[in-house]
């Protein structure tokens, strides 16, 4: 079981920028696609962007696509959700999620994501 731990939310303007991160251990991190979701107060979770573990495929949610930019560094087991041109509605709790290959996956569906991390504030102000 891989252990996720994600950072850099916080506070920024509508237009701002901010990379969160999601630093993996426990197992190798290259056998495993990721997946950034996030939830806002009173709504349900909702997927945000995934990368794939064998051919680096991305897939993103049309309220981001052209905003976001998902990536992976195997080496330093950390994955990244590059956040630009930031919207209020973009205000919520991002987590980030893995599945290890060999299990069913369909890049959107939370269910089909293993593990969690705790989640990182990101607040946009207009």
């Known amino acids: 079981q891989v252990q996720l731990v994600e950072s850099g939310g916080g506070l920024v303007q509508a237009g701002g920028s901010l990379r969160l991160s999601c630093a993996a251990s426990g197992r190798t991190f290259t056998n495993y696609n990721m997946g950034w979701f996030r939830q806002a107060p009173g709504k349900e979770r909702e997927f945000v962007a995934a990368?794939?573990?064998?051919?680096?495929?991305?897939y993103y949610a049309d309220s981001v696509k052209g905003r976001f930019t998902i990536s992976r560094d195997n080496a330093k087991s950390t994955v990244f959700l590059q956040m630009g041109s930031l919207k209020p509605e973009d205000t919520a709790v991002y987590y980030c999620?893995?599945?290890?290959?060999?299990?069913?996956?369909?890049?959107?569906?939370?269910?089909?994501?293993?593990?969690w991390g705790q989640g990182t504030q990101v607040t946009v102000s207009s």
């Open positions: 990368v794939k573990w064998s051919d680096g495929s991305t």
């Open positions: 999620a893995s599945r290890s290959y060999g299990s069913r996956w369909r890049p959107t569906f939370a269910s089909d994501y293993a593990n």
